[in-house]
């Protein structure tokens, strides 16, 4: 399985503009800036898609064309530039988002576990989600997601590297987004899950 990095990755594609039927380049690319904008790129359906996470406003952002959705709201005690987790805000790269001829996108969200003062149980921790983006209509929207790193929950994906910016042990197995864990709750050894059909829960090999 490959391990491929969430803070900086680049996976181009060439997307046809249905209006000018001008050649778009798409990049699928995160880059954290300084002001705490963490943006992502991906090309489908020829519109290029584009997740920006918002510090200022603790929230993420979906740009389809010209067309801005919110697709979350961050409470801000619960920031993940706090413990460091936006680095993983965005799309996963074009070779892993095997859904995309379902109109599925996947991206990542990230949020603080604990909105304390950072002392205790998980007061540094993260919790991380897939999220599953459905461009099929004609305003996208989050479908479901799952659950696939947590403090709270014991969860984390082999190899992750968060000072890095490494989501860890992904990859297409077939036609389906695989996971490989560290730990998975009470599951021995280093489990391995594929998702299921409904994008809603993950099943063990």
């Given at each position: 399985m490959a391990t491929l990095g969430c803070l900086?990755?680049?996976?181009?594609?060439?997307?046809?503009?249905?209006?000018?039927?001008?050649?778009?380049?798409?990049?699928?690319?995160?880059?954290?800036?300084?002001e705490g904008r963490v943006v992502?790129?991906?090309?489908?359906?020829?519109?290029?898609?584009?997740?920006?996470?918002?510090?200022?406003?603790?929230?993420?952002?979906?740009?389809?064309?010209?067309?801005?959705?919110?697709?979350?709201k961050i409470p801000a005690q619960y920031d993940p530039a706090l413990v460091g987790s936006e680095v993983f805000i965005g799309f996963l790269p074009e070779p892993l988002q095997p859904y995309k001829k379902q109109d599925v996108l996947?991206?990542?969200?990230?949020?603080?576990?604990?909105?304390?003062?950072?002392?205790?149980?998980?007061?540094?921790?993260?919790?991380?989600?897939?999220?599953?983006?459905?461009?099929?209509g004609k305003v996208p929207k989050t479908k479901s997601r799952i659950l696939v790193g947590s403090c709270m929950d014991s969860i984390e994906i082999l190899d992750q590297n968060m000072s890095a910016g490494v989501m860890g042990d992904i990859s297409v197995d077939g036609n389906n987004l695989s996971l490989h864990f560290l730990n998975y709750r009470n599951l021995e050894g280093s489990p391995?899950?594929?998702?299921?059909?409904?994008?809603?829960?993950?099943?063990?090999?």
């Open positions: 900086v990755f680049f996976s181009c594609s060439i997307c046809a503009d249905a209006q000018n039927l001008s050649l778009v380049l798409a990049c699928a690319e995160n880059l954290s800036v300084p992502s790129t991906l090309c489908a359906k020829g519109n290029s898609y584009r997740i920006t996470y918002e510090r200022k406003l603790t929230q993420i952002v979906l740009m389809a064309g010209k067309r801005k959705t919110i697709l979350q996947i991206y990542v969200s990230a949020m603080r576990s604990n909105g304390g003062g950072g002392g205790g149980q998980c007061g540094a921790g993260s919790e991380i989600h897939l999220n599953f983006l459905d461009i099929g391995v899950a594929k998702v299921a059909p409904d994008f809603t829960r993950l099943f063990f090999e």
